[in-house]
């Protein structure tokens, strides 16, 4: 059974970088048929997709985010990581890994339970 | 990118029949058939119900459903139960290869 994990600080400095690491169980990153996402929550608030790579390093961004954005996969690892620069209190959420099926369907079908990170001094 | 349409929040009597609409563009969700609907209980992650707009995963009771007309995505739940009391998202692939989340609607059974 796959199994997605968030990791990372709970509390993150104004102005500061928000780091986030999902680690992957249960099967292989590098499978052809998968894109590897992050998905945000703001408290009582709805999703927000946030960025997506393959193991091949193909990534797509959410153009509000893109210029803050930066995801990346390490395949040895079995992990794929995000980066979001110079944060502000609007980016407290829960922040998901999820997995995306991406060929002929389009879908997230595996999700990790969520980590919450809170931007405060 | 705007977040697509639903409404607030829906509510209805156990055994009865819902439909939450999810309305976006030519550019998702009438672009599309990469339309799928989450399901999400307080201090849950979501879980996939609808994917490619009306199919359902293994284990997705039957009495959910999906369907679109144009821009509009629609997920309905038949037979309502207590347990499907939720926040549900829609969510749609894009022109620009991205997703995009509707603003979620609370169900809720009376």
């Known amino acids: 059974q796959l199994q997605l994990q968030e990791s990372g600080p709970g509390l993150v400095k104004p102005s500061e970088t928000l780091s986030l690491t999902c680690t992957v169980s249960?099967?292989?990153?590098?499978?052809?048929?998968?894109?590897w996402d992050w998905i945000r929550q703001p408290p009582g608030k709805g999703l927000e997709w946030i960025a997506s790579i393959n193991y091949n390093g193909n990534r797509y961004y959410n153009p509000s985010l893109k210029s803050r954005v930066t995801i990346s996969v390490d395949t040895s690892e079995n992990q794929f990581s995000l980066k979001l620069k110079s944060v502000t209190a609007a980016d407290t959420a829960v922040y998901y890994c999820?997995?995306?099926?991406?060929?002929?369907?389009?879908?997230?079908?595996?999700w990790g339970q969520g980590t919450l990170v809170t931007v405060s001094s | 990118q705007s977040a697509l349409t639903q409404p607030a929040s829906v509510s209805g009597s156990p055994g009865q029949s819902i439909t939450i609409s999810c309305t976006g563009s030519?550019?998702?969700?009438?672009?599309?058939?990469?339309v799928s609907w989450y399901q999400q209980h307080p201090g849950k992650a979501p879980q996939l119900m609808i994917y490619?707009?009306?199919n359902r995963p293994s284990g997705v009771s039957n009495r959910f459903s999906g369907s679109k007309s144009g821009n509009t995505a629609s997920l309905t739940i038949s037979g309502l139960q207590a347990e499907d009391e939720a926040d549900y998202y829609c969510n749609s692939y894009t022109t620009s290869s991205t997703w995009v989340f509707g603003g979620g609607t609370k169900v809720t059974v009376l």
């Open positions: 249960g099967g292989s990153l590098t499978s052809s048929s998968y894109y």
């Open positions: 030519s550019s998702d969700v009438g672009g599309y058939n990469s």
């Open positions: 490619d707009v009306s």
């Open positions: 999820a997995r995306e099926l991406g060929s002929t369907s389009n879908y997230f079908d595996y």
